[in-house]
Structure formats: structure tokens, C-alpha cells
T-cell receptor, first 111, second 114 residues
């Protein structure tokens, strides 16, 4: 089955800095890669996703890149703000199917 | 509220008891997923329905776990003879076939087995 590795497990940055979280996946048939943000005690919420026919996608301060050959994808957050502090999860699936999640990255943005 | 809802939000039970959780997906969504999340981990897939058909079950899912979606709308997850290791957050998600792959999550049911 699919295996998703996520790094780092914790990331501390100063407000205004950039943050990068990296994930690798094992199943070359995976074609859908979402990123979820989970605040303490709340449900996971989708912040951005990318499909295997696209190499990069951007939405305001958030961007995701995908390297299918290397089987890795990354989340980039620019101009971080304290409200970006949360746990971020990457995931992979073969589309219309179940998600396999990474173990999460706790991002702390200090003012 | 048009999002995914789950009940109860919290459940405390004694080891050996049975528990049942309910998930109401977004109304037009025909796919429904159950995940389990323990502290410091990502959600782990349990089972998945399309309409009323259960299409996939995790190999990790014990026989003590059963899920139903009798009319293709709400779903229930039952755990029989609960064990302390069942303590976790149980998350439900839904999506629309043909509408993209995005899964929308509910707030979860936190189970504590004493």
C-alpha cells in the first residue's frame, strides 16, 4: 500500500519568514495530493491540493510543488503569520479513493 | 449547517462496552469515509462507502469494527467490546464522485475507553 513520509515533524519560524514542508510517497499510481491544516481540537481543513498532471499550484501565500519522478511534493508558505500556526498534513491517493496521510508537521509562527 | 456533522462529539466508555457513532455527510455527497486519528498522528483510513456500498476496508480494521450506510446518506460506525487501544478521534469525511477529489471532514468523535 501507499506510504507517505513527512518532514519536519516540527517547524518554528519568525513571522514574515517562509516555511517549507516536504513529503514523499511510495505508490507511483497516486495522482492526487492534498494538504490539510488542523488547528488544535478542530477538524482537518483542505488548504491546497495538486494533481499529478500539474507541477506547481499557487493560492496567495501558499504554493505546492510536485515532482512525480522523485515522488515528492512540498508545501510552501510565504510571509507567515501567527494564525498560520497549526499542524499541517500531506496526503496522497489514487483519486476518488482513500487518503494516506503523513504524520504531520507542527508549524509555530512567532510574532 | 451544510458541513459534515458527527455525533456524539465525545464518548467515554468502559472497556468491553459497545459504542456507535454517527456521521451525516454533506447532503449531495455520495462518498463517505471513516478515519481514526491518535495524538500526534495523521488520520488513518478505516473504511469507505460509495452510496450504500462499502467499497474498501482497511486491513488494520478489527472484526470488532463495523460500519453501515443503509440508505446512502448517514453512516454509523460501531465498535464492539471496546479496548483501551480504541481510544482515538474518529473522523468522518465525504466527497462528491465526479466533483473532484476533495474530502470534507467532520469535527470528529473523541472516544475514551477506560
Amino acid at each position: 500500500g501507499e506510504n507517505v513520509e513527512q518532514h519536519p515533524s516540527t517547524l518554528s519560524v519568525q513571522e514574515g519568514d517562509s516555511a517549507v514542508i516536504k513529503c514523499t510517497y511510495s505508490d507511483s499510481a497516486s495522482n492526487y495530493f492534498p494538504w490539510y491544516k488542523q488547528e488544535l481540537g478542530k477538524r482537518p481543513q483542505l488548504i491546497i491540493d495538486i494533481r499529478s498532471n500539474v507541477g506547481e499550484k499557487k493560492d496567495q501565500r501558499i504554493a505546492v510543488t510536485l515532482n512525480k519522478t522523485a515522488k515528492h511534493f512540498s508545501l510552501h508558505i510565504t510571509e507567515t503569520q501567527p494564525e498560520d500556526s497549526a499542524v499541517y498534513f500531506c496526503a496522497a491517493s489514487k483519486g476518488y479513493s482513500t487518503l494516506t496521510f503523513g504524520k504531520g508537521t507542527m508549524l509555530l509562527v512567532s510574532p | 449547517d451544510t458541513g459534515v456533522s458527527q455525533n456524539p462529539r465525545h464518548k467515554i466508555t468502559k472497556r468491553g462496552q459497545n459504542v456507535t457513532f454517527r456521521c451525516d455527510p454533506i447532503s449531495e455527497h455520495n462518498r463517505l469515509y471513516w478515519y481514526r486519528q491518535t495524538l500526534g498522528q495523521g488520520p488513518e483510513f478505516l473504511t469507505y462507502f460509495q452510496n450504500e456500498a462499502q467499497l474498501e476496508k482497511s486491513r488494520l480494521l478489527s472484526d470488532r469494527f463495523s460500519a453501515e450506510r443503509p440508505k446512502g446518506s448517514f453512516s454509523t460506525l460501531e465498535i464492539q467490546r471496546t479496548e483501551q487501544g480504541d481510544s482515538a478521534m474518529y473522523l468522518c469525511a465525504s466527497s462528491l464522485a465526479g466533483g473532484g477529489d476533495e474530502q470534507f471532514f467532520g469535527p470528529g468523535t473523541r472516544l475514551t475507553v477506560l
